[in-house]
Nanobody
Framework: VQLQASGGGLVQAGGSLRLSCAAS????????IGWYRQAADNQRELVAM??????NVKYGDSAKGRFTISRDQNTVYLQMNSLEPEDTADYYC??????????????WGQGTLVTVSS
């Protein structure tokens, strides 16, 4: 399984960015797929997660009201609006995927850097 993330970059405060993450390989069943972020000297935190069962989404506190997660089959998107300098971080795609003989496994994509200037 591979998670290919893209869409990071430099944006001014108040601007928007859209991140994408495509899962490929043995993606028999995606239990959930979404985004975490990690800023310098901080722990990795949940940004948003799409949960297949029940068609639910979960947002971290920092994302509520500003970010929107959406999904098209094996690709997940994160629309980020009203960005603030505090949103500057490496954003990581994460997916929990089930496959026969393997069970449910967590996968991580490479980070994509989001930098918000003031």
């Amino acid at each position: 399984v591979q998670l290919q993330a893209s869409g990071g970059g430099l944006v001014q405060a108040g601007g928007s960015l859209r991140l994408s993450c495509a899962a490929s390989g043995s993606t028999f069943h995606i239990n959930n797929i979404g985004w975490y972020r990690q800023a310098a000297d901080n722990q990795r935190e949940l940004v948003a997660m799409d949960i297949t069962t029940g068609n639910n989404v979960k947002y971290g506190d920092s994302a509520k009201g500003r970010f929107t997660i959406s999904r098209d089959q094996n690709t997940v998107y994160l629309q980020m609006n009203s960005l603030e300098p505090e949103d500057t971080a490496d954003y990581y795609c994460n997916a929990n995927i089930w496959a026969p003989g393997r069970g449910s496994v967590d996968y991580w994509g490479q980070g994509t850097l989001v930098t918000v200037s003031s």
